[in-house]
């Protein structure tokens, strides 16, 4: 079993930037993927990114692309979310995931919940003024 535990959420306000970690442990070989999803109050949890270790090919909601950023961290063993320009819609719990299936499913359902096997705990992110 995987295990995820995410950092570095928190407040900033409109136009800031946060950095999120997520740093695994239990995973049994540099396949499969991690990404991250996020839950805003009152609303369905939504695919933000997710980064594929094989190839290290990065898949983006429209909502996010352009102002966020996914990559390994400098353990290859978890993944990084740097988040520029953020606005207060970006309010939510963001949550790792982790999954192990091929590539080629991923490649279709990367943005399901159900296509990953793990999930962390989460951690608050807040964007206000």
């Known amino acids: 079993q995987v295990q995820l535990v995410e950092s570095g959420g928190g407040s900033v306000q409109p136009g800031g930037s946060l950095r999120l970690s997520c740093a695994s442990s239990?995973?049994?070989?540099?396949?499969?993927?991690m990404g991250w999803f996020r839950q805003a109050p009152g609303k369905e949890r939504e695919f933000v990114s997710s980064?594929?270790?094989?190839?290290?090919?990065?898949y983006y909601s429209d909502s996010v692309k352009g102002r966020f950023t996914i990559s390994a961290d400098n353990t290859d063993n978890g993944v990084l979310l740097q988040m520029n320009s953020l606005k207060p819609e970006d309010t939510a719990v963001y949550y790792c995931v982790s999954g192990a299936k091929s590539e080629a499913y991923y490649k279709v359902y990367y943005y399901l919940g159900s296509s990953y096997d793990s999930w962390g705990q989460g951690t608050q992110v807040s964007v206000s003024s």
């Open positions: 239990g995973r049994t070989s540099n396949s499969g993927y």
């Open positions: 980064f594929t270790w094989s190839r290290r090919t990065a």
